[in-house]
């Protein structure tokens, strides 16, 4: 089975700063990836599918890139709804193993 | 508006069964694949299951095949999940999802299950 690493689990930063999220597949994946935002007490979200693509409505500071094994997720200027837990997914046809998330916080 | 509410979700004892419903609404539900995903309260999160449309295909995560069994009634624009030989591991909020090449695209609310004697 493919696992999905992420990294940092957790992360300090302040509003307007850039941050960036690392999600690792145990093997290559293509572009098969999206990231979710999850805020406390809510279903997630998807922010970005097929790796780089802005899911529709989605705030253009977000941003998405990779291929095959290595991913980020960028947030270009964090903003106060930012803050929250984000995961990674390796998505198919028949299964979708989640990266462990990464909790951003505020500084 | 699309929606998904999830039902079913209760206490249960270790060894006990439960039947998650997801009711979908909003739009063509037969046209997608629909995924179930749990979390442990203050946990991540767990993709569990999936069936394609026509409940032509399923798949489980490792953790509960054998045990739990998803399905779809198009005509009812309904998804279910049943769970059967539950433990404690098993105790966790269950989302229902819309599944699609985009990702997870609609979720529901959750639903949460309790296993405990």
């Known amino acids: 089975d493919i696992q999905m690493t992420q990294s940092p689990p957790t992360l300090s930063a302040s509003v307007g700063d850039r941050v960036t999220i690392t999600c690792r597949a145990s093997q290559s994946i293509s572009n098969w990836l999206a990231w979710y935002q999850q805020k406390p007490g809510k279903a997630p979200k998807v922010l970005i599918y097929?790796?780089?693509s802005l899911e529709r409505g989605v705030p253009s500071r977000f941003s998405g890139s990779g291929s095959g094994t290595e991913f980020t997720l960028t947030i270009s200027s964090l903003q106060p709804d930012d803050f929250a837990t984000y995961y990674c997914?390796?998505?198919?046809?028949?299964?979708?193993?989640f990266g462990q998330g990464t909790k951003v916080e505020i500084k | 508006q699309v929606r998904l509410v999830e039902s079913g979700g209760g206490l249960v004892k270790p060894g006990g069964s439960l039947r998650l419903s997801c009711e979908a609404s909003?739009?063509?539900?037969?046209?997608?694949?629909m995924s179930w995903i749990r979390q442990v309260p203050g946990k991540g999160l767990e993709w569990i299951s999936y069936?394609?449309?026509?409940?032509?295909?399923?798949g489980y995560a490792e953790s509960v095949k054998g045990r739990f069994t998803i399905s779809r009634d198009d005509a009812k624009n309904s998804l279910y999940l049943q769970m059967n030989s539950l433990t404690a591991e098993d105790t966790a909020l269950y989302y229902c999802?819309?599944?699609?090449?985009?990702?997870?695209?609609?979720w529901g609310q959750g639903t949460l299950v309790t296993v405990s004697s």
């Open positions: 909003g739009f063509t539900f037969s046209d997608y694949y």
């Open positions: 999802a819309r599944d699609s090449h985009t990702g997870l695209g609609c």
């Open positions: 997914q390796h998505y198919t046809a028949y299964s979708g193993t």
């Open positions: 069936v394609s449309t026509r409940n032509t295909y399923t």
């Open positions: 097929k790796a780089s």
